[in-house]
């Protein structure tokens, strides 16, 4: 077999080669049931098992706990930033965390259902900053607190997510972590709502995981759609209408891939966190280590999944990413808000990717520096 490129677009993103050869193996018949994925009932005990077994997977490899449900769902991330609102603001106040692109976007969209303050705004730091915890404004009846848990344009992370209520507040944190979900675990303890969408992680765009905390449930305003209702969605088992079939199931063959996942010893989300550890630092030293780039994301908020960077000699910006290309290094280039390079390296990148890509930051260095 010869080797694919490396591919480090920020989604929809690689998704692990072993998933993909076992998705074309089954495309024309499933396991013997003489039909596609695709072209199952969502009712029917084909896709009911496979639904099942997603599940039951992802519930394990995050630990979520028995309290939350998990519902899979259709809209993406942006999607959300309304869907979010819809259910949990009850139209009273909502505290955003602005800590860049996306986030800032969540602020305005629910702006059109509730009374939202930015508790925070990174914007003195041009978001290479979160700012700290301890200094946000936080509303004692706010509805929620949202934060975007890894900014995938900024390329800045929370390592640690805060607990609202060591700041004094009772309300539930909502976190959109579209681009590090099944990353890392997840501190459930201060979480009430997480979503992403699952373009990046997790498998094909449409589907969107959301996580909710039982209690959460039963408060949306009349005008919320029913399909994005998540009480009306978790009465159904994510079936209220049909699911995204497709995406669910390929999300299922990716995390048996991570439950099977060894790395330095460990196994499961452990291990592939570890690889996602080992993989950003070896990708920082080397930016970090010249002049000739340049990463700007203070170094305790720097994302494992989305690391933005710059050529100091922007015009060298079309060379380095057509060698790049040459060299099956593919989709470095960054977002159009911010320019410059971004690498994307989720859970599918392989430490060799990385390497490659570290190999070719000094080769072009050398010949260009
Ligand atoms: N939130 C974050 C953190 C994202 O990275 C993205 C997409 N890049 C979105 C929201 C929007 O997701 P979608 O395009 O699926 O609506």
Known sequence: MTQRPFNFSAGPAALPEEVLHQVAAEMLDWQGSGMSVMEMSHRGREFISIYEAAEADLRELLQVP??????????GGLAENAIVPLNLSRGGKVDVVVTGSWSKKSAAEARRYADVAIAADGASSRYCDIPAPGSWQLRPDAAYVHVCSNETIDGTEFHELPDLKSLGSEAPLVIDCSSHQLSRPIDWSRVGLAFGGAQKNVGPSGLTLVFVREDLLGQALPICPSAFNYQTVAEAQSMFNTPPTFGIYVAGLVFK???????AGKQGLAAIEQRNIDKAALLYAALDGTDF??????AHCRSRMNIPFYLRDESLNEAFLAGARERGLLQLKGHKSVGGMRASIYNAMPLEGVQALVTYLKDFEKRHG
Request: aromatic share 26%; net charge positive.
């Open 66 to 75: 028995s309290n939350f449900r998990i519902l899979f769902m259709q809209g």
């Open 257 to 263: 891939w991570l439950k099977k996942f060894e790395y």
């Open 293 to 298: 780039y340049e990463n700007r994301v203070a």
